[in-house]
C-alpha cells in the first residue's frame, strides 16, 4: 500500500540505499517507476505495507514503513531486498556497497570512498563541517532532519580524533 512521505509517521523505518554512482534521469525514471509498482505490492504477513519511497538525487533509493500499521517481517524484508537486488541488475549498479559517502558541496554530490577519507582530511578536502549523507538513519524524523550532516556532527567525527 504505497503512501506518500507526507502521510508517513516519523518513527516509521527508514532503509537508504545508495548506488555507487549517479543515475542517469533516465534510469532514475525506470527506479522510480518500479519502486512505485514494488510498494504498491508489498506485503507482510498477507497484509499491504503501508509504505513510502522515493529516488533522490539520482543516487539514493529510500524506502519507509509504517510500523504502526502492519511492521515489515523477515519474509517482506526479504523481499524489498531481492527487489532492490534486480534492480542493481538492470541499473548496472550497486546499491549495497557501504563503503563509499556522498558529500554534498556547492550544490554538487562527489563521491569518496571510506579508505580515501583520513587523505581527503589531510589534503583539507574534508574538514568538520563538510556535509555528507548519513545513510545511517534508523526512521522518517531521522532521515528528514539529520540525513545531510556535518562530518563532525555524526559517527563520521571519528576520522578527525
Given at each position: 500500500?504505497?503512501?506518500d512521505?507526507?502521510?508517513?509517521?516519523?518513527?516509521?523505518?527508514v532503509?537508504?540505499?545508495q548506488?555507487?554512482?549517479?543515475?542517469?534521469?533516465?534510469?532514475?525514471?525506470q527506479?522510480?517507476?518500479?519502486?512505485?509498482?514494488?510498494?504498491?505490492?508489498?506485503?507482510?504477513?498477507?497484509?499491504?505495507?503501508?509504505?513510502?519511497?522515493?529516488?533522490?538525487?539520482?543516487?539514493?533509493?529510500?524506502?519507509?514503513?509504517d510500523?504502526?500499521?502492519?511492521?515489515?517481517?523477515?519474509?517482506?524484508?526479504?523481499?524489498?531486498?531481492?527487489f532492490l537486488?534486480t534492480?542493481?541488475?538492470?541499473?548496472?549498479?550497486?546499491?549495497?556497497?557501504?563503503?563509499?559517502?556522498?558529500?554534498?558541496?556547492?550544490?554538487?554530490?562527489?563521491?569518496?570512498?571510506?579508505?580515501?577519507?583520513?587523505?581527503?582530511?589531510?589534503k583539507?578536502?574534508?574538514?568538520?563541517?563538510?556535509?555528507?549523507?548519513?545513510?545511517?538513519?534508523?526512521?522518517?524524523?531521522?532521515?528528514?532532519?539529520?540525513?545531510?550532516?556535518?562530518?563532525?556532527?555524526a559517527?563520521?567525527?571519528?576520522?578527525?580524533?
Amino acid at each position: 500500500m504505497r503512501t506518500d512521505f507526507s502521510d508517513i509517521l516519523p518513527n516509521s523505518k527508514v532503509w537508504i540505499y545508495q548506488a555507487d554512482r549517479l543515475l542517469t534521469e533516465e534510469e532514475a525514471k525506470q527506479a522510480e517507476d518500479k519502486l512505485e509498482v514494488f510498494l504498491e505490492n508489498w506485503q507482510s504477513h498477507g497484509k499491504g505495507v503501508k509504505a513510502a519511497g522515493k529516488v533522490l538525487h539520482n543516487l539514493f533509493i529510500v524506502l519507509a514503513a509504517d510500523e504502526d500499521y502492519n511492521t515489515p517481517g523477515g519474509c517482506s524484508i526479504d523481499s524489498s531486498v531481492h527487489f532492490l537486488k534486480t534492480l542493481e541488475q538492470e541499473l548496472g549498479v550497486n546499491l549495497f556497497n557501504r563503503s563509499i559517502l556522498a558529500l554534498f558541496s556547492n550544490e554538487r554530490i562527489s563521491l569518496i570512498r571510506l579508505n580515501d577519507i583520513k587523505e581527503a582530511i589531510a589534503k583539507g578536502l574534508i574538514t568538520k563541517e563538510t556535509l555528507f549523507f548519513n545513510n545511517l538513519a534508523p526512521n522518517v524524523a531521522s532521515f528528514k532532519n539529520q540525513w545531510l550532516a556535518s562530518f563532525g556532527s555524526a559517527w563520521t567525527a571519528r576520522y578527525f580524533a
